[in-house]
């Protein structure tokens, strides 16, 4: 029985860990922060206009405006936009 339940913990913490690296990167999306970047407001209107709430606001790493909220259907979510263009790079649902 200790074997059994030590192969099930260890299959638990090697699904968890390999789920963890998945979504540890933010995909890059360019060159940091310029002019040619769409103002946060205008951003938020046209994701707003395709039916997302929105939770949070950031600057990922790889220069992408990483949004947390929910997506049309409702699902929570962590989506990355093209700064410059708004369109989805990258979502995940948590």
Not at 9 to 15: E, G, I
Not at 34 to 46: F, I, P, R, V, Y
Not at 60 to 71: A, V, W
Request: include cysteine.
């Amino acid at each position: 029985m200790t074997l059994h339940k030590s192969l099930i913990a260890t299959a638990l913490f090697s699904a968890m860990a390999f789920t963890g690296v998945a979504h540890a990167e933010s995909p890059a999306c360019g060159d940091p922060q310029d002019d040619s970047w769409m103002a946060e407001t205008d951003l938020l209107e046209k994701v707003q206009g395709m039916g997302y709430a929105i939770d949070t606001l950031a600057i990922s790493e790889g220069n992408c405006y990483e949004l947390t909220g929910k997506n049309s259907t409702g699902d929570s979510v962590v989506t990355y936009l093209d700064p410059r263009t708004g369109e989805i790079v990258d979502e995940a649902i948590q």
